[in-house]
């Protein structure tokens, strides 16, 4: 059955949303919508999502393969392009293929220096004319592919293969990265290089909903050796170690906790250090959207580092909408975090803090509108509107 759906203006981002339409068994399902978003770290993301899913016998979910594009524009001068295929039930329903490949082009890429005391001058960030003092730009091209075995019930051995290549340059003489550059705190070889490797690992996901859990666990242990192709000297090791956790308080509370930690041995080159490892797709920080809502967006750098997450979230009952089911969430949340580095001995600035709350509107069982709005020391006042829970 080939069947295309037309999508209301308040689709924003996922291709979740057209998971919540009616299915049919062994249909083949394409999707089409605006992307849009929000936040105070690049304005405002607007785009394109596409996609193609094809299902198979009712029950056997998500689908048996899926095919999704993107183009994604932010005001704040980034611009990414990427595509994501997806099959749940390869090699006999016991391994999980997933491939991503992408290319991004941000003129604006923010930039603090290196390590856990790095300084801001909110002043050097608002200049009348030119380029910002905390920015560079960025070029990178990505790819990715992932094999998901299940081992057991919950449990899943991940082997794959990863390729990037980044470029970071400077935009105006004066910034903070070409003075960084010139004093040789980031070197040459660290600014352009092409990366490419294995990467294994185990996952265990007891969750009772993949996108919005009410309990269960869900965690993760990742080994990625990147092989600088500039030579074996700059080559690089990163560990990654990830637990969520969601605990009911009764029907409609649930306390929910995610933390990270991710240690680097060798060089990695400068413009991958915001990128913190996914079993999925790797996320950006430390602070922003992603990472510690209330910081600046890649505020801290550093080739190790940890993440702290905790929400309070709170689900109403559904309810009825123009044919459609609904549900409205709010929570209360605090992040935190920190990095380390060479950088950081002569003062040490320990954890970084910020908190605030969000509403949630979901519509559905899986398509999430999220705004949160949080506060940070040096950030004050900011907002992130888009789709999903943080975790």
């Known amino acids: 059955m080939f069947r295309t759906t037309h999508l209301a203006w308040l689709?924003?981002?996922?291709?979740?949303?057209?998971?919540?339409?009616?299915?049919?068994?062994?249909?083949?399902?394409?999707?089409?919508f605006p992307a849009l978003n929000y936040n105070s770290d690049e304005g405002f993301g607007y785009g394109v999502v596409a996609g193609v899913y094809r299902y198979g016998a009712a029950g056997q979910q998500p689908y048996l393969?899926?095919?999704?594009?993107?183009?994604?524009?932010?005001?704040?001068?980034?611009?990414e392009v990427s595509a994501v295929a997806d099959a749940p039930f390869v090699f006999g329903g016991?391994?999980?293929?997933?491939?991503?490949?992408?290319?991004?082009?941000?003129?604006?890429?923010?930039?603090?220096?290196?390590?856990?005391a790095s300084v801001y001058d909110p002043d050097l960030a608002k200049l009348e004319s030119g380029p910002s003092f905390y920015t560079y730009a960025r070029r990178r091209w990505s790819a990715v592919l992932n094999l998901q075995w299940r081992a057991r019930r919950n449990v899943r051995i991940l082997t794959g293969f990863a390729a990037h290549h980044n470029?970071?340059?400077?935009?105006?003489?004066?910034?903070?990265?070409?003075?960084?550059?010139?004093?040789?705190?980031l070197p040459a070889p660290q600014l352009s290089a092409a990366s490419i490797g294995p990467k294994v690992g185990i996952v265990l996901d007891s969750r009772d909903h993949e996108r919005d859990p009410h309990h269960g666990l869900w965690a993760e242990v990742l080994l990625w050796q990147g092989l600088r192709l500039t030579g074996s000297e700059h080559s690089f090791t990163r560990l990654t170690g990830t637990v969520r956790a969601y605990v009911p308080l009764g029907s409609s509370l649930t306390v929910a906790g995610r933390l990270v930690g991710e240690w680097v041995a060798g060089t990695m080159p400068m413009p991958m250090l915001p990128d913190i490892a996914s079993s999925f797709r790797d996320f950006t920080g430390l602070g922003g959207d992603k990472s510690i809502r209330g910081v600046l967006r890649n505020?801290?750098?550093?080739?190790?580092?940890?993440?702290?997450?905790?929400?309070?979230?709170?689900?109403?009952?559904?309810?009825?909408?123009?044919?459609?089911?609904?549900?409205?969430g709010t929570l209360a949340f605090v992040d935190t975090g920190r990095v380390w580095g060479d950088t950081d001995a002569a003062a040490d600035q320990g954890?970084?803090?910020?908190?605030?709350?969000?509403?949630?509107?979901?519509?559905?069982?899986?398509?999430?509108?999220?705004?949160?709005?949080?506060?940070?020391?040096?950030?004050?006042?900011?907002?992130?509107?888009?789709?999903g829970q943080l975790f």
């Open 94 to 116: 016991v391994g999980r293929l997933t491939l991503v490949v992408g290319f991004e082009r941000d003129c604006c890429q923010p930039y603090f220096g290196l390590g856990n």
């Open 351 to 387: 954890l970084h803090w910020g908190g605030g709350g969000g509403l949630r509107v979901t519509w559905g069982e899986t398509f999430i509108i999220a705004m949160d709005v949080a506060h940070g020391s040096e950030a004050g006042l900011q907002t992130y509107i888009g789709l």
């Open 11 to 32: 689709c924003l981002l996922s291709p979740a949303l057209c998971r919540a339409q009616e299915i049919t068994p062994g249909g083949l399902q394409l999707t089409g």
């Open 167 to 185: 470029a970071g340059e400077s935009r105006d003489p004066n910034t903070l990265f070409a003075q960084d550059s010139i004093t040789g705190l």
């Open 299 to 328: 505020r801290y750098l550093g080739a190790s580092r940890f993440l702290a997450n905790l929400e309070l979230r709170w689900r109403g009952r559904p309810f009825g909408f123009l044919g459609q089911r609904w549900r409205l």
């Open 65 to 79: 393969w899926s095919f999704e594009p993107t183009v994604f524009f932010t005001t704040g001068g980034r611009r």
